[in-house]
């Protein structure tokens, strides 16, 4: 081929019509978004909360993600990924703590966490996710 019918565009690797990869962006695992949350959450005042290790080799299962405390109130938080919902037996286990008392609800975000810790001071609240009229969550 003569070498000033090609230009420096050209890429004999390339074939026709074919585009580069698209990068798809990065979803957080649920475990980072967790940290992120129990980080926020300890950064408040008079708030503790840890990541409660739960599975079938402990024994027990579907408690939530994050077991917490603010001015007195039991925070219980079960995180999932976006796009995720907890199933029946996580939803079930929520509403437990919430009948005692506890502030409890789901969350998939730093700032949906925060959403329910803003009403940690009204012992009425219920969370739209975990209330009355709540979404539908999957079989077990």
């Known amino acids: 081929m003569n070498a000033d019918v090609l230009d420096e565009r050209f890429d004999p690797e390339q074939r026709p019509g074919s585009r580069a990869p698209r990068r798809r962006e990065r979803v957080k695992s649920e475990t980072e978004i967790t940290k992120e949350c129990i980080s926020w959450l300890k950064a408040q005042p008079r708030t503790y909360a ?3 290790h739960t599975g079938p080799m402990s024994g ?3 408690h939530p993600d994050i077991d917490g405390c603010t001015r007195g109130r039991s925070i219980k ?3 999932k ?5 907890p199933d029946r037996g996580q939803m079930a286990r929520l509403l437990q703590w ?3 008392g506890a502030l409890v609800g789901w969350a998939t ?5 925060r959403a329910i810790f803003a009403n940690a001071d009204n012992p009425d609240y219920v ?7 709540a979404p539908a969550v999957p079989e077990a």
Not at 127 to 133: R, V
């Open 77 to 79: 938080i079960e995180m």
């Open 60 to 62: 027990e299962t579907k």
């Open 98 to 100: 919430r009948e005692a």
């Open 81 to 85: 990924r976006p796009g995720e919902k």
């Open 50 to 52: 840890r990541k409660l």
């Open 109 to 113: 975000s730093v700032e949906e966490v």
């Open 127 to 133: 969370n739209p996710l975990t209330g009355p009229g």
